[in-house]
């Protein structure tokens, strides 16, 4: 299925095609997005996390958009105060 088929499908849907899964580790993936799938995994404290994939990914990436903003904005601000 690809990500177009995914949005026609309602929460339950998904759910039935993608039931909660466990992992050793936290993951993200770009090509998982759209399946709203429910991970859980154990972190190094001992502590069961549980986390919705789609939800996950959208913070991460608004977060790393606001980073390269500012990261090109001080690349500018490098090279204008080299110019003068």
Do not use: C
Request: hydrophobic share 40%; net charge positive; no cysteine.
């Amino acid at each position: 299925m690809n990500k177009l088929m995914y949005s026609k499908l309602t929460k339950a849907e998904l759910a039935e095609i993608f039931p909660p899964i466990t992992r050793n580790n936290f993951v993200v993936r770009d090509n998982w997005y759209g399946r709203n799938q429910i991970i859980t995994f154990v972190n190094n404290k001992g502590q069961q996390i549980t986390y919705n994939h789609d939800e996950v990914l959208k913070v991460m990436l608004q977060r790393l958009m606001v980073f390269l903003q500012k990261k090109h904005f001080k690349f500018l601000l490098n090279i204008k105060s080299q110019e003068n």
